[in-house]
């Protein structure tokens, strides 16, 4: 697949201001957290608290008893979804969205080392055995392996567990999930949650839309590392009549939609917070378009990244021991003045939102040197 030669060309930057323009990181927007939650098309939350940070950076008051609540009323799930990866989605996103996403996890499934545990076994026999517990109420991991090695004492029994997870739609239920509650992570199956089945259609031609909608424009690479589906070059020529083409500096084609939002490259970006896992610097095979330069996603494994004129160039983590919660800001590059200021009055908005509890609260911002150079924000 080529890039066509008259395509308009987007530089980094516009592809920058586009993204964050998209996923409501310019401005923060006055709208329900269940419109944004699918506008995203989901919301990673292998951590419980991530979700509620992402909706805080991008909509205008957020209060997380609105997220909280729709958790309760099963109006929004958490189970795993795209790359298997544990995901926030509406219930009807889930249930439409999970079978189109069946073949990722089974072949997850397939390249585990809790699949080669199973050889011999029938495994349709193994996951109808955890359907029919996991029907009936929630339970952990730990508790689904337990009983299903009373049927298989011979099998390790995580493995037999966790072939439920791989090829079921399950989803974990509060109190898990929920703003200010600790519980295990325990899981039923989505058709016993909300009452009715995942759907049926597993044709990809609508997730690849709402994707291009919110993180386009994109290559077929860029679609094929946020959802980790297969067959993709077939969906996008299928859909190239709908879709109009751009170029990225490096000549590769880019797809978007056709009213897809389109910011100019000078379009000033303020200072945003994001939690861990947030898609927005996952979901393209090239990320430059969003990651400062010598910045790379390992960096952001154990903190929640900074944007900093658009880029992420920094990152962020809170500890807490008794009482005393501590902030503390690490830049991947140097500022001062008005800049630095920004970033101070920021974190301590996030940081008052997430541990306002504390007895005693300290925020520290550092200068690390992240892969052993200085970047500068936005530099390409």
Sequence with gaps: MTASSGAPVLSRRALNRTLLGRQFL??????????????????????????YVGLWTRIEGFDPAELSTLIEERRAVRGSTLRTTLHLMTGRDFLALRPVLQDVLERAWRGSPFAKDLVGLDLAEVVAAGRELLDKEPLTTAQLAVALAERWPDRTPNSLAYASRFLLPIVQVPPRGLWGKKAPPRALTVETWLSRPPGT??????????YLAAFGPASVSDIRIWSWLTGLREVVERLRPRLRTFRDEAGRELFDVQ????VDPDVPAPVRFLPQYDNIFLSHDDRSRILVKRVTVPDLVWKGGVLIDGFISGAWRIRREKGRATMTIELAVPLAGAPREEIEAEGTRLFEFLAADADTRELRIVEGDWAGDRAQAGSG
């Excluded at 401005?27 to 419980?48: C, K």
């Excluded at 009213?259 to 389109?262: A, K, P």
């Design 201 to 210: 259609d597993t044709a990809a031609d609508d997730v690849v839309l709402r």
């Design 26 to 51: 310019l401005e923060r927007v006055a709208r329900p957290a269940e419109a944004v939650i699918e506008h995203l098309v989901g919301m990673q939350a292998q951590e419980p608290i991530d979700p």
């Design 259 to 262: 009213d897809g939002l389109l």
